[in-house]
Each structure stands twice: as C-alpha cells, then as structure tokens.
C-alpha cells in the first residue's frame, strides 16, 4: 500500500506563487509514475500534470503550461508542483496520485485526500 498526503495549499492572490508537495509512504515510489489532479466545486476531477519514474518525461494540460512544474525527489519519495502565475480558475482541491504505469495515472491506484487552492482575483 502507498499512503499519499498533500500539503502547501492556501489562498494566494492572482499572479502568486504556491507550491504543493505530496509525501508518499508506505513503500517506495520511486518506480512508480506520479501525477497531479484538481477539482473545483461543481466540476469534475481534471489532470494537472504527471512524471514518470526518473522525472525524465512530463505531461501537462494545456491550461497549465509554462505556469506549472512538476517535479520528484525520490530520496524523499516527494513529488512537487510549483505553481506560478496563478489564476482564479486554478482554484481548486489538487489531488497527487501513483501509478506503476505512467500511462494508467488517469485510473492511478493510489490517491490522496487533496489540499485546497484557493486564487483571490
């Protein structure tokens, strides 16, 4: 089993910066591929962005793109988000997730209970 706990989300003006971090226990995630998730009120959940094992292939949604990063350390078994230029419609409770397979993160297995983001524009 792998236990995932977000932190570091707060309310932070438009154009601010916040980053997220999600610490795994449990076992090792080294191997595993990581991903990032969001879901505002009245909306469904929606990929933010994901990393593969080394770090070394990333995806992002379009609306994320140049703002967003997502990063591992897997020493700390942490996976990150930084979070730059924020916009209102960012705001939303963002999900970390793990998979084995990089390709399944949609349907990933192991989910976290989410931190809330909060834009004030």
């Known amino acids: 089993q792998v236990q995932l706990v977000e932190s570091g989300g707060g309310l932070v003006q438009a154009g601010g910066s916040l980053r997220l971090s999600c610490a795994a226990s449990?076992?090792?995630?080294?191997?595993?591929?990581m991903g990032w998730f969001r879901q505002a009120p009245g909306k469904e959940r929606e990929f933010v962005a994901s990393?593969?094992?080394?770090?070394?292939?990333?995806s992002y949604v379009d609306s994320v793109k140049g703002r967003f990063t997502i990063s591992r350390d897997n020493a700390k078994n942490t996976v990150y988000l930084q979070m730059n230029s924020l916009k209102p419609e960012d705001t939303a409770v963002y999900y970390c997730?793990?998979?084995?397979?990089?390709?399944?993160?949609?349907?990933?297995?192991?989910w976290g209970q989410g931190t809330q983001v909060t834009v004030s524009s």
């Open positions: 997730a793990a998979d084995r397979d990089f390709n399944r993160i949609l349907v990933a297995q192991y």
């Open positions: 449990g076992r090792p995630v080294s191997s595993y591929a």
């Open positions: 990393i593969n094992w080394s770090g070394g292939r990333t």
